[in-house]
């Protein structure tokens, strides 16, 4: 049969000769249902989530699996239901999940959203009334960079059955009252209570619309002070004032609107499918078969697909097809083919052979079938475990506890057991356990079966004893004996969804007197594959167990067995070594507790233990709005009912255009080198590609961003490892990027620099320096009780916003007109460097935008240069061209955030006071300027931080290297000046033994101050925020309790910081801060607003519908904003430095302003008559319906050389305090709690805010712990994606998150649009008091353990760092001499 039979959203459909290289994702866009989205092709990232339901007929009963589509090959859906976003509901009338996600703040940039919502349907279709902690592990396999979870994790729990309202509502329309966990714990909390203009006639719900602002409820519920909504405050201005918390009050009135939840109303599993796995179709119907198919397409990579349904087919199969690649979920082959471009010419599917599922017991122990997905054998092993009890079952419950943080929940339902022992690779999670645990594996073959004990099975690196023909039919697991005691231990950078860095298995055996009989240490990531450490484990067996001189012997017999050498493929050569002796540590410290041995460190096993998780809680608060209509209010994203239904459109989305061709890059393989040639022969060989594109080939000019100093496509030498070099153009995008890489690059290969501190050996800078010199800095030392030397280092951070860059160039085919759709924050340089490079004027290029899926300074610059590729490659077809970078070819391509390194010298009194401060600062810039002066700028002038500093030199320059041009990223620079500050203060405190908080508070400055940069601080608010948290955090009393847990716990630590910032708000340069706008009335009634920003996911275009709104005096519903496009804002500012609010919000009240004057006589006349008439009557009286509005920031302008003038408009301010608990065995951290408040001024949006606040929190959360950049020392890119990139997942936010905004501040010197603040950056930085929390319980441990003075730690602080700083006597057995570094480079190296 050469066919598939599926369902699609309740359709059947049925394809004939499938495409066998066409993943899930790639037909279901294909078809026009681009709701699923491409996020990183590997399965990393959740973007791309569906759910596929099938009959299993093991089971007789209907398994509902969420899936990355990425990564499922089409032709193995056969026989499967697969529902994707769209097939849950539209914006008009959406599934609750989609609801609920959307109205309470879920969504931002969107293009994540729908893998969320999948996953959480596929949830409930499992389970509908599940638990707060199955909701959040649900996402484990989803990424989210815009929202910081919380507001998903929020929406989500509306469903659980321990939530405020159990997400159903009843008949009588109240909600389920539960536990005191929900709501208040007041007996029917108004939070629990249905207001009844949502319910109508017919006791059905209505869908709350989210452009109008949530039913206010300001007095609560009649409790007075009792009522949850109203709250005790300490605001500036009210030593202790009772006022409503708005945003309980916001979330209780849109969750009293709620659609009721009915799980029977669901997409039912069609009746057929049914019969057709169980094989009882009629003879006229479909039927399950057999298929083999072979390719029609000479292109493709898979040449023949073939599914056995039977054992002994499957081994006839492999008979005649030796060299086929077995698929089951294809997790890992579809990563070789997606980043390896390995190509498996014959593909035998395995999934639907009832014998390799089997599950058997015996009085041994279990047998698995290998083929039963991870998910499965999670179920199996639990219930295995409740069966026979804890100590039978040992290594089963130590499977499974390995399994808790293997992939996430789309990869677990799909990849087998089979296909985690067979690839054999050397950081399985599962092997070391089996090895431990003495498995045997059944082998099959046509020659018959065979069993081979695991510990003879991997022979090297991925090469197993398997022979020709032979598959994994099983693998057996022995029940635990009397006096076993075995464990699993796993180390990654990020605890969930992450690849081990080392992973193993543990067991030993004792007799009655504790004397060792057997013992197996197993570990993976230390060898080429999973290896027993033999020397171990004799020492081991014989002592006994419990004995401090058994232990020693034990590690260090482990140590020198396992040590690593510095050069050792992936790198980390000290800390893998430290983990290999610390999980040991660990493990010997809990079996002892387990067979009850008294000893010092069994007393510690409730230290070592892996803990359950406490479910995240979550708190805003913020006051009413009373003097206005509609700005100010709680109102939702106005796309997100679209986004989480994924009806909004990205450029990728958009339907291709007859004869459109796609762009394939030619990336350079060497980091600096003359270009010799390009041949292109081979390539346009191939069928499909119609042109290849060189530096020659442009029409215009090749030079731009501001300085002209780098080129679109390089002529002569290429400066960085990936750089594009030339464009191939074919048919598809499949055919361009494998003609791309059939073209032949001939290089004369130069010196290249990639660090920073290479970079200043070598004095490779940029000619510009940025200085900042006050008062006499060598007097201010000379003063001091003391003065301090040192260095400090904070790295790079990739964007990873979920849709990568991407644009579409449609040639007009006449007067050189060309219309470019756009991925951008900057439309208008893309326009201007589109014209550019084809040499046609700027008003014969339109660039439109109308949604990013994420930017956050990644598509300020950077983006245009693929804007110029793809309008280069229609100038010269005459065709649509579409570009859409893959992940990898994106964190190549794109640039990240500066990496800095700073050297200073301070000088304080003995109480901690700053005296002067001298920095020399550094910052990686790349191979080209692109905006890293303005970086410059932002990080030298935030230097300060919040911090009076009567004497400073501050010196900052630009690094030339050979990497990617480093580019704008959230906080652009202000967010490094401030690290390296702040760091100096923690190594002043230490100097001084004092505490760093307490440093920082006598530092603060106070209103009145002067800047280094000589601006006056009249707006200063960070005193007031200090304390007011201070004592709503109850940091002293916490400080304590910190302390005290510090002292009885040996190897967990807890840290707390408190950490300030102050963010100037303005462009750097001077003709950059101005909007424009343009809004139009139209004779219905109805409004168009046109703007200068655009919307990544910020809600720009929200808060300047509210402007429209609130100065018209209109409903927000009759406000409408289209898109950013350059022929209806010209000469635009990019969106960014959190200024688009002010500038443009400005522009927008001035022209709806102008409209508003206009129009009131008409008003006046027509008082009490509808908007539409009064429109309509104006335009026949020949009114001007349309107005332009301009803005420009007033007193602006900065003069670097003299030190005057107006860098920043106003500060946006915040402090946070951070607590955290860290394994010091491992360096695995978990974020306690995080409490923040932000001034905002009179915020625009409150819930919006409240979410860019969350939102920036987590991204520098992960910028300074889990998000290490990396490269090969040749200068290729080492993190490429989510399997080696990792940014906070959901279950990394803080388990308990409160955010405030500071209410009752004085407004009255702000010149700002309302009278707000921009708040898109400000926030990021608090993120870092995580890492200074875990400095602090760094700290604690070094204290312990003797190690005095102070601590150089760099950002990011990752596992391997926080464990090496620990400095105890395993972490230094593991260091590696001087002698035997030298001479040997690192695997990879920051830069």
Not at 391 to 416: D, M, P
Not at 695 to 711: C, S, V
Request: overall charge neutral; charged content about 20%; aromatic content about 8%.
């Amino acid at each position: 049969m050469s066919s598939i039979l599926f369902y699609l959203n309740g359709q059947r459909v049925v394809v004939d000769r499938p495409d066998l290289d066409m993943t899930l994702l790639q037909y279901l866009r294909s078809t026009g249902l681009t709701g699923t989205k491409l996020g990183c092709g590997e399965g990393g990232c959740g973007a791309c989530t569906v759910m596929v339901s099938r009959y299993d007929t093991d089971e007789s009963r209907i398994i509902h699996a969420s899936v990355n589509a990425c990564l499922c090959p089409l032709v193995t859906i056969d026989g499967k239901h697969v529902i994707t976003v769209e097939g849950l509901g539209t914006s008009a009338n959406p599934h609750p999940v989609q609801e609920r996600i959307a109205l309470l703040h879920g969504s931002q940039c969107g293009f994540c959203t729908p893998g969320f919502v999948m996953s959480l349907y596929t949830l409930l279709r499992n389970k509908p009334n599940p638990t707060e902690h199955e909701i959040e592990e649900c996402f484990d396999g989803n990424l989210c960079r815009c929202t910081g979870y919380r507001p998903i994790l929020d929406a989500a729990k509306t469903f659980a059955d321990m939530a405020w309202k159990q997400g159903t509502v009843a008949a009588d329309g109240t909600a389920h009252v539960v536990e005191k966990k929900g709501g208040c714990g007041i007996d029917g909390c108004c939070r629990l209570q249905k207001s009844p203009e949502a319910v109508v006639a017919n006791g059905s719900s209505i869908v709350h619309d989210p452009t109008k602002a949530p039913t206010s409820i300001t007095n609560g519920c009649g409790k007075g002070s009792e009522c949850c909504k109203v709250q005790k405050r300490h605001d500036s201005g009210h030593a202790e004032s009772t006022v409503v918390n708005q945003a309980e009050a916001d979330k209780a009135a849109v969750i009293a609107k709620f659609q009721r939840y009915d799980p029977t109303q669901e997409l039912i599993f069609p009746p057929f499918l049914i019969r057709y796995a169980k094989r009882t179709t009629s003879d006229a119907e479909p039927q399950l078969l057999p298929l083999d198919i072979a390719s029609t397409d000479a292109q493709s990579w898979c040449k023949r697909y073939v599914r056995p349904l039977t054992l002994s087919a499957l081994l006839t199969a492999l008979e005649q097809y030796p060299d086929a690649k077995l698929v089951a979920g294809n997790s890992e082959v579809g990563v070789e083919i997606k980043l390896k471009r390995s190509k498996f010419a014959t593909q035998i599917y395995v999934n639907d052979i009832p014998e390799l599922r089997l599950i058997s017991e015996t009085p041994e122990g279990v047998a698995f079938g290998a083929n039963i997905t991870l998910a499965k054998f999670e179920q199996a092993l639990d219930a295995f475990t409740a069966k026979h009890g804890e100590q039978r079952t040992q290594s089963l419950a130590a499977l499974r506890e390995n399994l808790r943080y293997f992939a996430g929940n789309q990869i677990r339902n799909v990849a087998t057991i089979a296909g985690n022992i067979v690839t054999a690779s050397p950081i399985s999670d599962l092997n070391p356990v089996f090895l431990a645990a003495g498995a045997t594996l059944t082998l099959a073959s046509t020659q018959g079966e065979r069993q081979v004990p695991i510990t003879e099975f991997f022979l090297g690196y991925r090469r197993t004893a398997m022979r020709a023909g032979e598959v994994l039919v099983s693998v057996s697991v022995p029940f635990n004996k009397e006096g076993e005691v075995i464990r699993a231990f796993k180390q990654a950078k990020r605890k969930d969804d992450d690849i081990a860095i080392v992973t193993c298995g543990l067991r030993i055996r004792v007799d009655e007197n504790q004397r060792v009989v057997d013992a197996a240490f197993a570990y993976g990531g230390v060898a080429p594959t999973t290896v027993l450490a033999h020397a171990a484990a004799k020492a081991a067996v014989g002592g006994t167990w419990g004995d401090r001189e058994v232990l020693d012997r034990v590690l260090g017999a482990c140590q020198q067995e396992l040590k690593l050498d510095y050069a050792v493929p992936g790198g980390m050569a000290e800390y893998r070594t430290a983990l290999t002796t610390s999980f040991l540590f660990k493990f010997w410290a809990v079996s002892c507790c387990a067979l009850r041995i008294a000893c010092a460190e069994s007393a510690l096993a409730h230290e070592l233990n892996e803990e359950e998780r406490v479910v995240s809680k979550a708190r805003q608060e913020y006051a009413p709005v009373e003097d206005r209509a509609i700005v100010g209010k709680g109102v939702a994203h106005l796309a997100a009912l679209k986004q989480v239904t994924g009806e909004a459109r990205y450029v990728d989305d958009m339907p291709p255009i007859a004869g459109e061709l796609h762009v394939g890059l030619v990336l350079s393989t060497r980091a600096h080198a003359h270009i010799l040639g390009i041949n292109a022969d081979k390539a346009l060989a191939l069928p499909g590609v119609v042109r290849v594109l060189t530096a020659r080939d442009l029409p215009g000019e090749n030079h731009w961003n501001i300085f002209k100093d780098e080129e679109i496509l390089p002529a002569d030498t290429v400066h960085y490892y990936g750089q594009p070099l030339a464009l191939v153009l074919a048919t598809t995008q499949k055919t361009a990027q494998e003609a791309a890489r059939l073209v032949a690059v001939a290089y004369e290969e130069l010196p290249a620099v990639l660090s920073i501190r290479d970079a200043v050996a070598q004095s490779s800078f940029y000619d510009e320096t940025r200085q900042l010199i006050n008062g006499d800095v060598d007097k201010a030392l000379a003063a001091a009780d003391l003065v301090l030397e040192g260095e400090s280092y904070c790295g790079a951070q990739e964007h990873f916003y979920l849709e990568t860059m991407g644009a579409i160039a449609v040639p007009k085919g006449e007067d050189g007109e060309m219309e470019v759709f756009a991925s951008t924050q900057n439309p208008t340089e893309a326009q201007m460097v589109v014209a550019e490079v084809l040499g046609v004027p700027a008003s014969r290029v339109v660039c439109r935008v109308k949604r990013m899926g994420g930017g956050f300074g990644g598509k300020e610059s950077r983006s245009v240069l693929i804007a110029a590729f793809a309008a280069l490659g229609a100038h010269h077809t005459g065709r649509s061209v579409r570009i859409a970078l893959d992940r990898d070819e994106d964190m190549q391509v794109s640039g990240q955030r500066h990496p800095f390194y700073g050297r200073w010298t301070v000088g304080v009194t003995k109480e901690g006071r700053i005296l002067g401060l001298r920095a020399r600062i550094y910052s990686n810039g790349g191979f080209s300027h692109d905006l890293s002066i303005g970086v410059l700028e932002r990080a030298v002038s935030h230097l300060d931080n919040c911090y009076r500093m009567p004497a400073t030199d501050f010196v900052g320059r630009v690094c030339r290297t050979n990497t990617q041009s480093n580019t704008a990223f959230r906080s652009f620079g202000g967010c490094q000046g401030m690290f390296l500050s702040e760091n100096m203060l923690c190594e002043v405190a230490d100097r001084l033994n004092l505490s760093v908080d307490h440093v920082r508070e006598i530092n603060l400055y106070r209103t009145g101050d002067v800047t280094p940069f000589s601006q006056k601080l009249d707006d200063w608010n960070v005193p007031q925020m200090w304390a007011q948290l201070k004592s709503k955090a109850c940091y002293d009393e916490r400080r304590q309790a910190v302390d005290a847990f510090n002292r009885q716990s040996t190897h967990r630590k807890r840290g707390l910081a408190m950490l300030p910032t102050k963010f100037g708000i303005s462009f750097g340069v001077k003709h950059l801060n101005q909007g424009m706008a343009l809004v139009h009335v139209y004779m219905d009634g109805s409004v168009l607003v046109a703007h200068g920003g655009t919307e990544m996911g910020q809600g720009l275009h929200t808060k300047m519908a509210m402007v429209a709104a609130e100065t018209l005096e209109l409903p927000l519903e009759s406000i409408f904003i289209s898109e950013t496009a350059t022929n209806t804002a010209a000469n635009t500012s990019p969106t960014a430095a959190s200024a688009s609010s002010d500038l443009n919000g400005f522009a927008v009240y001035n022209a709806c302003k102008e409209l508003a004057d206009r129009l009131r006589p008409y008003r006046e006349r027509m008082a009490g008559e509808p908007f539409a008439k009064i429109a309509k009557v104006a335009y026949l009286d020949r009114c001007n319906l349309t107005a332009a509005g301009h803005y420009c920031t007033p007193d602006i302008g900065f003069n670097w050389m003299k030190n005057e003038g107006l860098l920043y408009f106003y500060f946006t301010q915040g402090v946070a305090i951070a607590e955290v608990e860290l394994d010091t065995l491992t360096g695995s951290h978990s974020t306690l709690r995080v409490d923040i408040i932000m001034d905002v001024g009179r915020s625009l949006n409150k819930a919006i805010d409240i979410g860019q606040i969350e939102g920036a929190f987590a991204q520098g959360q992960g910028w300074t712990t889990t998000e290490e950049f990396l490269y090969f020392p040749n200068g290729r890119l080492f993190t490429t994606g989510p399997g080696n990139y990792k940014i906070p997942s959901a279950m990394d936010i803080p388990r308990d998150f409160r955010v405030d905004l500071l209410e009752g501040s004085d407004t009255s010197v702000l010149k700002t649009i309302f009278s707000s603040k921009g708040v898109g950056e400000p926030p990021l930085f608090l993120g870092a008091s995580v890492f200074f929390a875990l400095r602090d319980a760094v700290l604690a441990k070094r204290r312990e353990v003797g190690v005095p003075g102070r601590l150089v730690m760099e950002s990011p602080a990752t596992p391997e760092i926080l464990r090496m700083a620990c400095e105890d006597q395993l972490a230094q057995m593991a260091r590696i001499p001087g002698m035997l570094k030298e001479g040997k480079p690192p695997f990879v190296v920051r830069i």
